[in-house]
């Protein structure tokens, strides 16, 4: 399943090859992805001109000239290719094998600045959808949903009015999409790990009784910014580096330093605890019982 990181890695892969540029010919291969095409999709993207290209937790956002939202969501298996002057790339393979069969490419842009990109999507979770501009943020994809973890709304002060009344565990208020959108169980883990919080506490005690932010607030925040920019930035070396989108995982993956490490040595300079992994809501929680208090 693409997370977060991976999705912002594809946008920015993307980004040069749609924004400012019109759709000249659309292929759709099929009726359905995960849910049905919206009806003349098509017909709607042709000759439309991609005005910006942007984000909201996992789903990737295409502003038209039209003044309809291009909405595309990856699933888990879904992934794009540009080919541009002989050139190809597959933005964000860097985390998930590689592997996509011809027979899977669904949807094709031609794109007036000559570029193909492909979206091949083997499993059939992803899903595309427009919607009106005006309508985006009350559609069914994005109401109701959290703040931005990867956006200037996420602070130490959003933390704690999000978290002050839940006594549920830290952990499962930092995957609850509702409060906080798009942060995967990896991602949670290693931003406790490097704020040094315990995954079981309550989420209620990062805000004082007057509902400020407490240190702990703070530094989960600044924890999230970090784990999630430096899994953008990875992103972005292998995108450059075509040797390694060849089915090897990429380069972040070695660097979780608590995630898929049961039993491993805590990466914290002097601590001598061992990774250890429980279980909260069905998801496994790796984390460092000496150094997460
Ligand atoms: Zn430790």
Known sequence: MPELPEVETVRRGLEAALVGARFSRVEQRRPDLRFPFPERFAARL???????????AKYLVADLSSGEVLVMHLGMSGRFLVRKEGRSSMPGEFHREHGGESAHDHVVFHVSNGATVTYNDARRFGFMDLVPRSELETCRHFAGMGIEPLGH??????????????RTPLKAALLDQRLIAGLGNIYVCEALFRAGLRPQAPACSLASASGRPTRKALRLAAAIRDVLEEAVAAGGSTLRDHAQVDGTLGYFQHAFRVYDREGGPCVTPGCTGQVARIVQAGRSTFYCPRCQR
């Open 153 to 166: 709304e996420l602070s130490g002060t959003a933390i704690a009015r999000l978290f002050r009344d839940r």
């Open 46 to 56: 042709e000759n439309r001109t991609v005005t910006s290209l942007g984000r909201r």
